[in-house]
């Protein structure tokens, strides 16, 4: 099968280094806007909830970290699964660049679900609302994963190795999923989902789905910034980066 | 099947050598479970609450213990080299490991865990439920044990963080195995957990030995 | 303005959460400058060794 150039192109390390250091900026402003216009939508704009009041608002961050925390998961897991299948180093750079940023944006998303949870259910912590338990599992899967490749001191074996733990858990991650939403729909008492309404109005609608779109923007920002200096570490010691070195201050 | 059979009796008959070792996950379920009550001084009615779920995850911890037998051992004397080299796919090879696995840690356990119940004030009739739920359950757990040792085969202290891979993956079990008892426990009918742990034992049956294996050549070459 | 911040007197938890979302951001952003600007150092210093004659890791014994 004759593969595209770009196709080869995107697995060269120079060629993804050079082009993240150009698009990576871009989507730094992007983000930025984003969230600056989003969260000024949100906070200021935004009429108050009828049921929430003002604590809704935590609706314009909560989710979106949440959700892409999960995208950042599978992106980790597809990442990893290609480099393993297709011996393609810069795939394991982009899954060990994505595991961290995800870890973070994680563990945010619990500490504004609890944030949340306190003024609205009364609680930090309800353990019994299948959200709370999904996410935590999937902190544990990148804490896991992370885990597994600091172990290993032979850089290319933990690539590997921390690929299989990817994959089985990006095939468990919709099994928790399901299996957590069935066990709380057991549990039909006070916990209420949290985006368990009816209709969302269109002045909350906008700036949500804008945030949507600011922490994607951020989380593929986040990513390329990372892989940059990935890529320079997994390639210390070759020409290509002597030579890029050598035309800075030494 | 030859090939299978005789990795698992060898296996177990290895296993037999070395008893007080291969009973170890057992008498470490036995201490867990006696550990709660003691912790929880719980008076009939919250032990009968609590049974089922301290039940379960005690042998999910205990079925982590006879994770040095699986691969680590092997590895360590050049015996899991020649099981790779041999003409026998290594997925059955792991199978193998894995069935041995559950014979050997598994089936011991939930052969105790009827008088376990009993003695905390669980009624008889939830045992058949119960016992169903673990028999169901407890192969994908052995799968999964199993790819946890394989992934850390490579590692001089992998055990260490074989409980932080391992048991994220095992909440469904937990959560399907855990309600069928409940519902047995209430006398309502568990056939739809049930079936979702024999799906997910289909699942991690066929494709498990299949990461497993994978995990394995990366780690002993 | 002060009831924009009280937040019909949940202000607290709306802006933390907000709060602790923008500090994880700009930790990411901090840790992966750090990492790439350590990661040229890095590879600055090992250039470096080598075109000096200097082996990184192996000391000769005179």
């Not at chain 1, 050079?18 to 900026?25: D, I, N, Q």
Request: hydrophobic share 55%.
């Amino acid at each position: 099968m004759r593969l595209p150039r770009w196709f080869h192109l995107l697995g060269s390390p120079p060629f993804v280094y050079r082009l993240a250091g150009k698009v990576a900026p871009w989507l730094g402003v992007v983000t930025c806007v984003l969230l600056a216009v989003g969260g000024y939508w949100g906070l200021v704009v935004a009429p108050p909830d009828r049921v929430q009041g003002e604590v809704y608002r935590v609706l314009f961050i909560h989710p979106q970290i949440a959700y892409v925390s999960v995208m950042a998961y599978v992106v980790m897991a597809i990442a990893a699964g290609i480099g393993f299948v297709w011996r393609i180093k810069l795939a394991h750079g982009v899954a060990a660049t994505a595991a961290p940023i995800g870890a973070s944006f994680t563990a945010c998303a619990l500490a504004t679900g609890a944030l949340w949870g306190r003024p609205t259910w009364g609680t930090y912590w309800q353990w019994t609302d299948p959200r709370i338990m999904s996410e935590t599992l999937l902190l544990f899967l990148f804490l896991g994963y992370l885990a597994l490749r600091a172990a290993f001191e032979d850089r290319d074996k933990a690539d590997r190795v921390s690929a299989i733990l990817a994959v089985v858990g990006v095939v468990d991650v919709p099994i928790i999923h399901y299996s957590v939403i069935w066990w709380n729909s057991l549990h039909q008492g006070p916990s209420i989902m949290k985006l368990d309404k009816p209709s969302i109005s269109p002045e909350m609608l906008t700036p949500f789905l804008i945030m949507v779109a600011a922490f994607t923007a951020c989380f593929c920002w986040l990513l390329l910034n990372g892989l940059r200096g990935e890529i320079v570490e997994r390639e210390r010691d070759t020409r290509w980066i002597r030579e890029l070195v050598a035309g800075t201050r030494g | 099947m030859a090939p299978f059979s005789t990795i698992v009796l060898r296996d177990v008959r290895i296993a037999f050598r070395r008893l007080s070792e291969a009973a170890n996950p057992l008498l470490f379920f036995m201490v867990v479970t006696t550990l709660f009550p003691l912790a929880l001084s719980p008076s009939a009615d919250e032990l009968r609450e609590v049974g089922t779920g301290v039940l379960w995850v005690s042998t999910l911890l205990s079925s982590l213990l006879a994770l040095e037998g699986l691969f680590r051992s092997d590895a360590d004397d050049g015996s899991l080299e020649q099981l790779m080299l041999s003409p026998v796919p290594l997925g059955i090879t792991v199978l193998a490991k894995i069935a041995a696995h559950w014979l050997l840690t598994i089936l011991p356990l939930i052969a105790l865990v009827p008088i376990l119940a009993l003695s905390y004030e669980m009624p008889a009739a939830v045992l058949p439920t119960m016992v169903g739920a673990l028999l169901l359950a407890t192969p994908t757990l052995s799968v999964l044990v199993a790819l946890g040792a394989a992934l850390t085969v490579g590692l001089r202290r992998g055990g260490a963080i074989v409980g932080l891979l391992v048991l994220p993956l095992t909440a469904p079990l937990l959560i399907f195995g855990t309600r069928a008892t409940e519902f047995g426990l209430h006398d309502e009918p568990a056939a739809g957990p049930l079936y979702l742990l024999a799906a997910l034992a289909a699942l991690s049956l066929a494709l498990g030995p299949v990461a497993i294996a994978a995990a394995l050549r990366v780690g002993v070459e | 303005m002060t009831d924009f911040l009280r937040m019909g007197g949940d202000g607290a938890y709306v802006w933390s959460a907000y709060g602790v979302t923008l500090a994880v951001l700009v930790f990411n952003v901090w840790w992966a400058r750090r990492r790439h600007r350590a990661a040229l150092e890095r590879a600055r210093a090992s250039a470096l060794d080598e075109r000096v004659g200097r082996r990184p890791t192996v000391r000769q014994i005179e």
